[in-house]
């Protein structure tokens, strides 16, 4: 004997497709605010171009970090220790390798800050 469906079990399958259809509009919503995080203003929906961006970071020690930063046409060389952020070289971009201060002299004051908690502003 086939029954034929009553009003319970329609409002079931409506509830049901409800349910799903909320939960995959949640899903939607959410995909589109996590690629929208980082978009300062919504030009379209591209991206703004950034800045600021890190060029190469190089662990040193155990919580000793040298990096290299990139800011517009300029690079800056900083430190990074517990205890902060140190300015070791700044770098015109495109200009001659000779002019930055020495890798084994970064390095070596990288340490050292590390070792000794201090700081310092500029390496020659």
Do not use: C, Y
Not at 60 to 75: C, F, I, N, Y
């Amino acid at each position: 004997m086939n029954a034929a469906p009553t009003a319970a079990s329609l409002d079931w399958v409506a509830l049901t497709g409800n349910f799903v259809l909320v939960i995959v509009l949640l899903v939607a919503v959410l995909w589109l605010l996590r690629r929208m995080q980082g978009i300062k203003g919504l030009q379209g929906l591209r991206p703004v171009a950034r800045r600021l961006s890190v060029v190469e970071a190089l662990t040193v020690g155990p919580r000793q970090k040298l990096a290299l930063l990139r800011l517009d046409d300029h690079e800056v060389l900083v430190g990074i220790t517990p205890n902060g952020f140190t300015l070791l070289d700044r770098i015109a971009h495109g200009a001659p390798a000779g002019s930055a201060a020495s890798v084994g002299s970064i390095v070596s004051v990288a340490t050292s800050l590390g070792a000794t908690g201090g700081t310092r502003e500029h390496v020659a």
